[in-house]
């Protein structure tokens, strides 16, 4: 397979990936492809409903989280 945005060779890459939930990010790490050149990324199939799915699985509280990090915000500098 080969980039459909610049026809560049693609390579098979553990990503990770931002899932949104509400001010908190929960970085996921999804199989795909990704383009040598442009760095554009492929899921596989069934990896973006996985993403849609762990949203929901979030907001029922039914996954372990560990926390890798803190988003803060900056005032009176
Ligand atoms: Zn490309």
Excluded at 20 to 25: A, C, Q, S, V
Excluded at 27 to 40: I, R
Aim: charged share 35%.
């Amino acid at each position: 397979m080969k980039c459909a945005l610049c026809g560049g060779q693609l390579e098979k890459k553990t990503v990770e990936e931002e899932v949104l939930w509400g001010k908190n990010r929960v970085v996921v790490k999804v199989p795909a492809e990704a383009c040598k050149n442009c760095h554009e990324r492929y899921y596989a199939g069934g990896v973006v409903d996985k993403l849609i799915d762990l949203r929901d699985q979030l907001e029922k509280k039914k996954v372990k989280l560990h926390e890798v990090g803190k988003v803060f915000e900056a005032s009176g500098f």
